[in-house]
């Protein structure tokens, strides 16, 4: 069976990066960033580690050539990426990725799943800064995990 695809996913980086960030993302696929990168050296930053980046347009971001939402499919997985998470859970996605919250998320609305990796800069609610970790198994069957940043 084919080796899974690995996704390093982050959100609310706000012009930081943590020291250890390169090495968290090593082994990924792809990169996925929700959303308030802010300055465009820091998206520079991250697209240097050497996997292919998506990136979406938060509200603190002012580069308007990157998208407000993506739609992708990965191992016959619908995913939308967004930084500010709809009211209602969209027709035709299977996941949802936000950011914008600064808090965590793995919860179910309406059938869709709903994913946040926290935050990199500023957590929210007492939440630790953090990060996460995608694996989609060539049959659709996905792990998702964050990691601390301390």
Do not use: Q
């Amino acid at each position: 069976m084919a080796a899974p695809l690995k996704i390093f996913v982050l959100a609310d980086t706000h012009d930081k990066l943590p020291a250890n960030l390169k090495t968290l993302a090593v082994g990924a696929d792809e990169i996925w960033h929700l959303g308030d990168v802010c300055a465009p050296a820091i998206l520079e930053t991250i697209e240097a580690f050497g996997p292919p980046v998506t990136a979406v347009r938060g509200n603190c971001d002012s580069n308007f050539d990157w998208p407000l939402m993506v739609d992708l499919k990965r191992n016959g997985i619908r995913f939308r990426l967004v930084h500010i998470p709809p009211d209602h859970a969209p027709n035709n996605v299977d996941v949802v990725l936000h950011g914008h919250t600064h808090v965590a998320r793995d919860e179910r609305v309406a059938g869709v799943r709903f994913l946040n990796p926290g935050c990199v800069t500023r957590p929210n609610r007492g939440a630790p800064p953090s990060v996460a970790n995608l694996e989609i198994a060539a049959d659709g069957k996905m792990t998702w995990w964050l990691t601390t940043l301390r």
